[in-house]
């Protein structure tokens, strides 16, 4: 389920309810926070609580009660002017849970390497930036290598365009605007209607490529991760001379597969399955 639709189940759940548990038999209250966080996190990491009671139906004494404890937690923090943002807490628990991610992909990483030779990679879009979490290399000599937990821009890497193929127009310019748009190497896009135009072609051919953009000579094939929990991505990168057209042809649909596969493991993960 998209993460805008369990967030309204969420919501709706919180609001209709007024027994001491949740619908689904969780807390109710331990529900309605993290709803409440998500939502932060959807604004921009910073709201007031005018803002929280608009978007998720909750009366204002119900939401300052769970802020209140969210900052004594350190989850949230106040500032002076009374708005809420996402407190330092929340750092290692997402470290923790991408490393975890990370760990959990390295398998069906480890696949494609075997099926395409060339170096497998997964990447989460963390706030503006791409960040990899994790990486099965290639066995050939000459191979691609990027450290576990960099960090780049999306508009110049096939990884940040799968991201960002979903987002709405407005959404990507404003991405854009914050990060500015670098340029890489020579063949890196450098305006927002040359990159808008891209995500165009991403979403017609169900891939994206990063020809060249980011290193001279090196191309890159990434795929989204359907129904990931957080937007995330899966690739392979290596020599122009070996990811050709044909091989793209053929990559493709084996990662489109792989993709599936890590979408439904990760759904069991998080459901408590194995």
Same mark, same amino acid.
């Given at each position: 389920?998209?993460?805008?639709?369990? $967030?309204? @189940?969420?919501?709706? =759940?919180?609001?209709?309810?007024?027994?001491?548990?949740g619908?689904s038999?969780?807390?109710?209250s /331990?529900e *309605?926070?993290?709803?409440l966080?998500?939502?932060?996190a959807?604004? %921009?990491? +910073?709201?007031?609580?005018?803002?929280?009671?608009?978007s998720?139906?909750l009366p204002?004494?119900?939401?300052?009660r769970?802020?209140?404890?969210?900052v004594?937690c350190?989850?949230? $923090?106040?500032?002076?002017?009374?708005r809420?943002? /996402?407190?330092? *807490?929340?750092?290692r628990?997402?470290?923790s849970?991408?490393?975890l991610?990370?760990?959990?992909? $390295?398998?069906?990483?480890?696949?494609?390497?075997?099926?395409? %030779?060339?170096t497998?990679?997964?990447?989460?879009?963390?706030?503006? +930036?791409?960040?990899?979490v994790?990486?099965?290399? @290639?066995?050939? @000599?000459?191979r691609?290598?990027?450290?576990?937990g960099?960090?780049v821009?999306?508009?110049?890497?096939g990884?940040?365009?799968?991201?960002?193929? %979903?987002?709405?127009?407005?959404d990507?310019?404003?991405?854009?605007?914050?990060? %500015?748009m670098?340029?890489?190497?020579?063949?890196?896009?450098? &305006?927002?209607?040359?990159f808008?135009?891209?995500?165009?072609?991403? *979403?017609?051919?169900?891939?994206?490529?990063?020809?060249?953009?980011q290193? /001279?000579?090196?191309?890159c094939?990434?795929?989204?991760?359907?129904?990931?929990? &957080?937007?995330?991505?899966?690739?392979?990168?290596?020599p =122009?001379? $070996?990811?050709?057209?044909?091989?793209?042809?053929?990559?493709?649909?084996?990662?489109?597969?792989?993709?599936?596969? /890590?979408?439904? =493991?990760?759904?069991?993960?998080?459901?408590g399955?194995?």
């Amino acid at each position: 389920m998209p993460s805008s639709d369990r $967030r309204e @189940s969420a919501a709706t =759940a919180a609001h209709t309810s007024t027994a001491a548990t949740g619908q689904s038999g969780g807390v109710q209250s /331990l529900e *309605r926070a993290f709803d409440l966080l998500e939502r932060m996190a959807d604004a %921009g990491g +910073e709201v007031g609580l005018s803002e929280l009671s608009g978007s998720s139906g909750l009366p204002l004494p119900t939401i300052h009660r769970l802020m209140r404890t969210l900052v004594a937690c350190g989850y949230v $923090r106040q500032h002076p002017n009374r708005r809420y943002a /996402l407190g330092p *807490r929340l750092i290692r628990l997402g470290e923790s849970s991408s490393r975890l991610l990370g760990t959990w992909a $390295r398998p069906y990483l480890a696949r494609l390497v075997e099926e395409t %030779g060339e170096t497998a990679n997964m990447a989460l879009l963390d706030g503006d +930036e791409v960040v990899y979490v994790a990486q099965v290399p @290639s066995r050939h @000599s000459m191979r691609m290598f990027t450290e576990v937990g960099r960090r780049v821009l999306p508009h110049s890497t096939g990884v940040g365009k799968a991201l960002l193929a %979903g987002s709405p127009p407005d959404d990507v310019r404003a991405v854009l605007a914050r990060t %500015g748009m670098p340029a890489a190497t020579e063949r890196t896009i450098t &305006t927002p209607e040359d990159f808008l135009a891209a995500l165009e072609h991403v *979403r017609e051919v169900g891939y994206a490529m990063d020809d060249n953009e980011q290193e /001279l000579g090196v191309r890159c094939i990434a795929v989204s991760v359907p129904d990931s929990p &957080t937007a995330a991505a899966i690739s392979i990168s290596g020599p =122009a001379g $070996r990811v050709t057209e044909a091989a793209t042809d053929k990559f493709v649909p084996l990662m489109h597969e792989v993709a599936e596969q /890590l979408s439904k =493991a990760l759904a069991s993960t998080g459901s408590g399955g194995g």
